[in-house]
Structures are given as C-alpha cells and as structure tokens.
C-alpha cells in the first residue's frame, strides 16, 4: 500500500514561488503531479522516474516547475516560478506502479494519489 501527503499549498501573489513537497510511503515509483480547478479535469503537470533523471512538464508549465525527488526521503517535490492566477487549482500527487523508463502523463496510469493541496494565486 502506498500513502501520499501532500504539502507546501497555500496563497502567493502573481509572480511568486511554492514549493510543494510529496511524502510517499511503500517502494518508490515513477511520480506525477496533477492539478485540478475548480470545474475543470484532473490534468498533468509534471512527471519523474524511479531515479529522478527523466522529468516530463505540460507545455503550460515548463520553465516554470521543476519535479524534483529525494528517494533517502521518499519526497518528490514541485518547485513552482513565476505563478499566475491561471495556476490556481487543487495539485495532486501521484504513483504510478507500472511504468519505469516512460513517465505517462495520463491519469489513468497512477494508481495511487495523496489528497491534494490547495494553490491560490491571486493577481
């Protein structure tokens, strides 16, 4: 069984900086971030393998979030830049069990998901 906390949200005006940390407990998989607003999907965001060395970003994000994993912690974390209000959303983190050199960024592929954490960004 595999347990994911997420932490990190909270209130940041346009054009600051979160980070978002990830605690995993269980073996260590490929991990994704995913967000969801308020009326919209569950979408991806960001993505890393078992080692951390392949790393995947949504074109709305990439340049600005960085998926980084420290596995002696079991933590992978999202170092979010340059924040707009369109970032605002519930971020989600996930595993997926299946995959090891290909990081998906489909939802369907992460099995396990910790209970979100709430981004506001106000303008």
């Known amino acids: 069984q595999v347990q994911l906390v997420e932490s990190g949200g909270g209130l940041v005006q346009a054009g600051g900086s979160l980070r978002l940390s990830c605690a995993a407990s269980?073996?260590?998989?490929?991990m994704g971030w995913f967000r969801q607003a308020p009326g919209n999907e569950r979408v991806f965001v960001a993505g890393t393998n078992r080692s951390g060395r392949s790393t995947v970003y949504a074109d709305s994000v990439k340049g600005r979030f960085t998926i980084s994993r420290d596995n002696g912690r079991n933590t992978v974390y999202l170092q979010m830049n340059s924040l707009t209000p369109e970032d605002t959303a519930v971020y989600y983190c996930?595993?997926?069990?299946?995959?090891?050199?290909?990081?998906?960024?489909?939802?369907?592929?992460?099995?396990?998901w910790g209970q979100g954490t709430q981004v506001t960004v106000s303008s």
């Open positions: 269980g073996r260590t998989f490929n």
């Open positions: 996930a595993a997926d069990p299946t995959n090891i050199f290909y990081v998906s960024r489909t939802k369907a592929d992460y099995d396990y």
